[in-house]
């Protein structure tokens, strides 16, 4: 292996980067006459791709991204625009930067000083040590609101729900008080906040636990209620479009009333160590990191807690590069990856923008071979993703129409590197191609490829599903119903969120050969490729029929027995025969090939028909009280501590939090019931293609 002194001379990698590719565009323009690709010179092109892999070239484009903290809308972020920018440019790729307007939050000052009962005071620190002084934003939670609180401390455990009830039943009062909570149990951070504000809390502190990185603040948003932008809710924020006001009842519900802020898992020790009050629930004991904590309070240490925010409308910046397709420009394959972090954003994102500029440069070397994917490639940079999915949503909601019948696929890559070990999500008809894909990729962490030591091992029951918010997917799946990915290497990393999410903690911690990057880029460029070039789509719907029964099974395992499922369980297997069918047509128009006009428009037919099943499970009226979001299978429940990652609004009628007689609530879950019938019956037809 070559080393490269990339560290001390970027010059010299560049210049040997650049011998390389003329090298291999030497070579093959000898292989390739130039003219229409056959899917013979796809699969070459493809095996192009995967041998022009470079870890250095990706280090280098994530030491450039990390050298600044670049939260979104500040100085910072925008040079890392035009740094993205200048990459594909540079590359010849045709670019464009759509800017935005949005709602954004930012802290202005905090403090946290308890009074413990011995009469000493201790200020804590509201940022790392390390990060002050460098420009990294001190710790807060965007759209908590200003306010300050002097009260008794209480530990409330995850702030799920049932931690609150735990405390009730065990007479500790929470109303008033400053409640402590640890991250980790599951549910998000807006979550905690709202449940400790329904408890009564005056504020809230959140620390993350975690044996190493105990100085570290977890940075986050609390927004509630949805994704995007709060002044533009449902459509793309624009500079001279409509906004609401920051005083309209409609935003104003998409914050939390009371104020909370992160903390360090230090400080959070020292003032749980130091309560009285009701002795620690058994079950928090075991699994806290902290043997000295003992009791839940309240107090008798009083904490002094005071946040201040500013919120701003800001300009945002969603950076593209597109490859437009030969024979069919107008079905988009996108990549899309968020840019801007809290902090450093070495893990969270741009270890997927790192990844995100590779594949454009292996990419650029197949163009300048003579290579046009048959379908366009979008590369997606977005921004303010960490401020609820801004940057993608709204430009989703802006070019809603054209996506929904015009995007193949989505496939996102946030935070591509985080440890070893590969993490996949999917929409199903995606699994077996996902798997397949994962065959032609190396495994950065042991011999063979990953299919061998990842899929081999679980099959598809590996994949995830796509029904949280934590990422760009959410947008395109759950608002626009385009089949989506999402991938990633390890998981809950230590420093999420933190000022020590750095090119040195990767370095050192998280890819320190950067060949994790390498695999993730391999598998996300290799995805795309396909999705653009393959005659026919890649799309298994059996699988979906499938995934769709389990859930039915799980169902009638779990719902009362006056609730009929016959209707769901007849609708699954109309999808399956229609899944049948559609695959039993693409196999047959693959063996005519793609020579003949005719066949070219029929495979169009069909392609049209994959790509559009998925659009069945949209419901115009989508979730009840949060109808933004439109996919009826996936999507985030209200009920934040469900164990059910698979249909929401069946999930949300059953859901003790809303209260109803038991009549009622029979009646309702039959309606969910019906109208996730009508969306598979909706997405089985759109399979057949017919409408008579
Ligand atoms: C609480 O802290 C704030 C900000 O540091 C300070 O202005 C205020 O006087 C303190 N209140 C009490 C009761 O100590
Ligand atoms: C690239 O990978 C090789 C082989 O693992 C390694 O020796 C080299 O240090 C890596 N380069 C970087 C920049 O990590
Ligand atoms: C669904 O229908 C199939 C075929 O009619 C039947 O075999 C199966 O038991 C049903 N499953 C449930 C959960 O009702």
């Not at 196999?587 to 169009?604: A, V, Y």
Request: aromatic share 10%; glycine share 8%; net charge neutral.
């Amino acid at each position: 292996m070559v080393k490269f002194p990339f560290t001390t001379k970027p010059s010299s990698l560049v210049m040997f980067v650049t011998v390389i590719v003329l090298g291999v565009v030497v070579f093959y323009s000898l292989h390739f006459p130039h003219g229409a690709t056959s899917s013979l010179d796809a699969s070459r092109f493809r095996h192009v791709f995967i041998s022009s892999a470079s870890n250095a070239t990706i280090a280098s484009y994530l030491r450039a991204l990390t050298v600044h903290p670049h939260l979104a809308g500040t100085q910072p972020a925008s040079l890392t625009a035009r740094y993205v920018l200048n990459h594909f440019n540079s590359l010849g790729l045709r670019t464009k930067t759509v800017k935005h307007r949005a709602l954004l939050s930012y802290p202005v000052r905090s403090s946290l000083v308890a009074h413990f009962s011995d009469g000493t005071s201790q200020e804590f620190r509201m940022t790392e040590a390390e990060a002050e002084g460098d420009g990294v934003v001190a710790a807060y939670h965007a759209y908590s609101p200003s306010g300050t609180a002097v009260a008794a401390a209480v530990f409330v455990n995850y702030g799920r729900e049932e931690d609150f009830r735990e405390l009730a039943a065990a007479g500790v009062e929470v109303a008033g008080c400053v409640a402590v909570a640890r991250g980790g149990g599951g549910v998000a951070r807006g979550a905690v906040v709202e449940a400790a504000e329904r408890a009564g809390a005056a504020a809230v502190v959140v620390f993350g636990e975690g044996d190493t990185w105990r100085e570290g603040f977890e940075r986050g948003h609390v927004m509630r209620g949805g994704i995007g932008d709060p002044l533009s809710p449902g459509w793309g924020g624009v500079e001279g479009g409509e906004s609401l006001r920051l005083e309209d009842s409609e935003v104003l519900k998409r914050f939390p009333k009371i104020p909370s802020m992160p903390l360090s898992a230090e400080a959070a020790e020292r003032i749980l160590a130091s309560l009285g009050g009701a002795p620690l629930p058994l079950d928090w004991r075991t699994t806290l990191k902290s043997s000295k904590v003992r009791s839940v309070g309240p107090g008798p240490t009083i904490l002094n807690f005071t946040y201040q925010g500013e919120m701003k409308v800001a300009t945002i910046e969603n950076v593209f590069a597109i490859i437009k397709g030969r024979e069919e420009p107008d079905r988009y394959v996108l990549l899309g990856n968020h840019r801007d972090a809290w902090t450093y954003g070495a893990v969270d994102p741009n270890s997927g923008t790192a990844a995100l500029l590779d594949i454009a440069r292996r990419y650029s070397i197949l163009l300048r071979l003579g290579w046009t994917p048959r379908r366009t490639i979008i590369l997606c940079s977005w921004d303010a993703e960490e401020f609820g999915m801004i940057g993608s949503t709204e430009w989703v909601e802006q070019n809603l129409v054209n996506l929904r019948s015009k995007a193949v696929a989505y496939l996102n890559v946030d935070c591509a590197v985080q440890g070893p070990g590969l993490f996949a999500g999917s929409t199903p008809q995606l699994d077996d191609f996902l798997l397949e894909v994962t065959k032609k990729v190396k495994d950065p962490d042991s011999e063979g490829t990953i299919y061998e030591n990842w899929a081999a091992a679980g099959g598809n029951s590996n994949i995830q599903r796509l029904g949280r918010v934590d990422s760009d997917f959410a947008p395109f799946l759950q608002h626009a119903g385009i089949p989506s990915i999402d991938l990633y290497f390890g998981k809950d990393y230590p420093v999420y969120h933190t000022a020590f999410d750095s090119y040195g903690w990767m370095t050192k911690y998280g890819d320190p050969f950067f060949q994790r990057h390498v695999a993730v880029s391999g598998i996300w460029g290799l995805l795309a490729l396909h999705l653009a070039d393959d005659s026919t789509i890649p799309f298994n719907y059996l699988s979906y029929a499938n995934q769709l029964q389990v859930y039915n099974n799980i169902l009638s395992n779990l719902i009362d027995k006056r609730i009929s499922l016959n209707p769901l369980n007849t609708s699954i297997q109309e999808f399956a025969s229609a899944a049948k069918e559609v695959n039993d047509e693409s196999k047959k128009l693959r063996f005519q090939g793609t020579s003949d006009r005719s066949i070219d428009m029929k495979m169009r037919a069909l392609n049209d028909r994959l790509m559009l099943a998925e659009k069945g499970f949209l419901d115009a009226d989508g979730l009840q009280g949060r109808q933004w979001f439109k996919h009826l299978v996936f999507g985030p429940p209200s009920d934040h501590e469900s164990k059910l990652d698979f249909f929401p609004g069946i999930v949300d009628s059953m859901s003790e939090m809303v209260k109803m007689s038991e009549k009622e609530r029979l009646a309702a879950i039959q309606h969910e019931i019906w109208r996730i019938t009508r969306a598979i019956q909706r997405a089985a037809s759109a399979l057949r293609g017919d409408s008579a």
